[in-house]
């Protein structure tokens, strides 16, 4: 089993900065997909950022250009650095990771919460 931990949530003003930390308990180094979602209240999980083949990420339209996910393998920790926060960002953040033997494993998330 793995185990995924968030951290980095918190209460931020419109245009200020936050990052977000989720720790696995297994090593991340051979996964196959890491990524964000979102879910606000009332309304759909929704996935913010998602790695995909080469490298390259999926990002929400809404967030492009403003949130950046990363990793360190070392730390066992995927990161999602998110800038130029909005009102609309507030939402419970999820990370996941894919492993390819053991399948997909979900975090239990971290509130994020934008005032204007």
């Known amino acids: 089993q793995v185990q995924l931990v968030e951290s980095g949530g918190g209460l931020v003003q419109a245009g200020g900065s936050l990052r977000l930390s989720c720790a696995a308990s297994?090593?991340?180094?051979?996964?196959?997909?890491m990524g964000w979602a979102r879910q606000a209240p009332g309304k759909q999980r929704e996935s913010v950022a998602q790695?995909?083949?080469?490298?390259?990420?999926n990002y929400a339209e809404s967030v492009k250009g403003r949130f950046t996910i990363s990793r360190d393998n070392a730390k066992n920790t995927v990161y999602l650095q998110m800038n130029s926060l909005k009102p609309e960002d507030t939402a419970v953040y999820f990370c996941?990771?894919?492993?390819?033997?053991?399948?997909?494993?979900w975090g239990q998330g971290t509130q994020v919460t934008v005032s204007s």
């Open positions: 996941n990771v894919r492993y390819p033997a053991w399948g997909i494993y």
């Open positions: 297994k090593s991340i180094v051979s996964i196959s997909s």
């Open positions: 790695t995909i083949s080469g490298g390259l990420t």
